[in-house]
């Protein structure tokens, strides 16, 4: 489940941070609940939490999708296509000449065939896919785990923790190697 819709999530967190290319979090930790039978065993409920570098706490779970940032003067919610805010007249004021504006794609496969055509990057460019789907592997990793872990981003390995790094791979089926 996380690994599969969270990086969607995860990826418009970590551009807010202004670090879905180079970085993710540095302290991962998260729990679930994953069924003692029947066809599948994947995780059905979870609470997770990230800490990166700048202190910047991330807190997920399963539910509702979307991503709430909370500051010190309010909060906004974002998920895809929707945006609610504590103030919604927020939403009107005036954007300067040199303030972020985000990449504007209603449709994701129109986006990626543009850019092939036009060499431009798209929406989310692999580096943003790497570090979004990342996160989710770490917080399985976690789950797996059950105990809180220590990341190096730049590496992208756990920091003294050879259980952990030993779930960043499987074993590959014949002949295909990495």
């Given amino acids: 489940m996380i690994t599969g819709w969270g ?16 970085s993710g979090p540095v302290e991962v930790e998260a729990t679930a609940e994953f069924p003692r039978r029947g066809l599948f065993d994947v995780h059905v409920g979870y609470r997770a939490e990230a800490r990166y570098a700048n202190g910047v706490k991330l807190t997920s779970h399963n539910g509702d999708p979307g991503v709430k940032f909370v500051g010190q003067q309010g909060w906004i919610w974002v998920t895809r296509g929707k945006y609610e805010a504590h103030d919604r007249n927020i939403f009107r004021e005036k954007i300067g000449e040199n303030e972020i504006r985000l990449y504007e794609s209603k449709n994701h496969m ?18 943003v896919g790497h570090r979004s789907n990342s996160v989710c592997i770490l917080h399985h990793i976690a789950m797996k785990l059950g105990r809180k872990l220590r990341w190096d981003p730049t590496a992208e390995r756990f920091a003294n923790d050879d259980a952990a790094n030993a779930l960043l791979d499987y074993p590959h089926r014949g002949p295909w190697t990495l």
């Fill in 7 to 22: 990086a969607h999530m995860y990826d418009i967190a970590q551009w807010a941070l202004g670090i879905d290319t180079d």
């Fill in 110 to 127: 129109r986006n990626f065939l543009e850019c092939m055509r036009s060499r431009k990057n798209p929406a989310a460019p692999v580096e």
